[in-house]
């Protein structure tokens, strides 16, 4: 009787052993799967110098961050302002991605463009980071659909089409006096053009009008690419529920903005009046640097490193991101969501996501709330990846 009592223990023994094997932890679920980042304003950085290869304590992004987050697919958005003139759109872009370019090339064993969710799977699987080129602002093309396929061929895959002030074109989520309802009849054009190219649209920064008008118009998926949820922190670059179930029923995706300010109005509100108190600092030093963006950073880093410590206290962290996930799961299921960090072109971030080595922190949040590995594995990449094979791999 002895005897079948101790077969019986090491029997139950050697079954929590496997179960236990075939339970992987965050770090390995998070390891085992593809992580997608879809927004990144680190060429900034690179125009100033930056070299990409080389662990910073400055930026929020480099490649030895991006290994220790296991981040396998990043997006770098080529930003520019709604005043650019318009001669100097295109070049101004094409220099951020010769910067880009310039990196690439320093690094081919580390990272590698890839163009199609297939390149980017290859890319991968050799353990390289596959690096995807979007293009933030619609006044990129300086209102010239041949700049399109311009940018096309030098491997941009998605292009936003607004900013924070409206272009001539599409009506910016800010504007509060719109000239026109959401898309012009080249604002149309601009879409359908994309539509043949097969290049992502994404409606992040876009007013209601211009998103509904888009959804009218494309014949592929969208993303919203750093766009949070409007029900949990009522800013105009949020997605109303609206919105959010018009984008998966259009088989899209929406990847979630670190953005302090967009994932809490408490920390908006706290932000405003922080930064305000310093206002005049904040001045003298933009003043001192008018040119030098790199320096001007550095001077101003101890500032915002002092205001951000304050803002601390709002108790923003990792969970609020997931807050975010959670509730679009819950509204519209797990397909539909993703991230987009804003990495390097915000200031204020979460309390376990300070930088991209902190993304396995999402991970073990929603392995903390129950999520199935499966759901978890497309919210990491899984998502953006479905919409990346559907629209560019023609």
């Known amino acids: ?86 001669e100097a759109c295109r070049p101004r872009v094409d220099s951020m991605i010769d910067a880009l370019d310039a990196q690439l090339a320093r690094y081919p064993d580390q990272i590698e463009l890839c163009r199609t969710s297939a390149e980017a799977n290859r890319i991968i699987d050799q353990s390289k980071i596959a690096i995807f080129i979007g293009i933030e602002n619609g006044v990129a093309i300086a209102d010239n659909l041949d700049n399109l396929k311009h940018f096309y061929d030098r491997g941009v895959r998605y292009f936003t089409l607004t900013h924070t002030a409206s272009n001539d074109w599409c009506i910016s989520s800010a504007d509060t006096a719109p000239a026109f309802h959401g898309l012009t009849d080249f604002g149309r054009d601009v879409v359908r053009r994309m539509n043949e190219l097969g290049m992502i649209i994404d409606i992040s920064h876009a007013s209601p009008d211009a998103v509904e008008e888009v959804l009218k118009v494309t014949t592929d998926p969208v993303i919203a690419s750093h766009s949070c949820v409007r029900a949990l922190c009522d800013h105009d670059r949020n997605l109303t529920d609206e919105q959010v179930k018009a984008i998966a029923a259009n088989g899209g995706v929406i990847g979630i903005n670190f953005f302090n300010g967009y994932l809490s109005t408490a920390w908006r509100v706290a932000s405003d009046s922080i930064f305000g108190a310093h206002g005049a600092e904040f001045d003298s030093i933009h003043a001192l640097y008018p040119d030098d963006g790199a320096r001007r950073w550095q001077a101003m880093l101890p500032l915002i490193n002092s205001c951000t410590k304050e803002l601390e206290k709002v108790g923003v962290d990792v969970g609020t991101v997931c807050d975010h996930i959670d509730y679009i799961v819950k509204l519209v299921g797990p397909d539909y969501v993703c991230f987009g960090s804003d990495f390097d072109g915000v200031s204020g971030l979460p309390l376990g996501l300070e930088d991209c080595s902190k993304v396995p922190n999402i991970t073990a949040e929603l392995v903390k709330r129950g999520y199935s590995a499966k759901d978890i594995k497309k919210i990491l990449g899984g998502n953006f990846m479905r919409v990346f094979r559907k629209v560019c791999d023609q």
């Open 1 to 86: 009787m002895r005897r079948v009592f101790l077969i019986f223990i090491l029997v139950a023994c050697l079954a929590g052993c496997s179960l236990y094997r075939h339970t992987p932890s965050y770090s390995e679920l998070h390891r085992r799967a593809l992580v997608a980042d879809l927004h990144s304003d680190a060429v900034l950085r690179m125009m100033n110098g930056a070299d990409f290869g080389k662990r910073d304590t400055v930026g929020h992004m480099d490649i030895p961050r991006l290994r220790d987050g296991g981040v396998d697919l990043q997006v770098m958005a080529c930003w520019l302002a709604t005043e650019t003139p318009i």
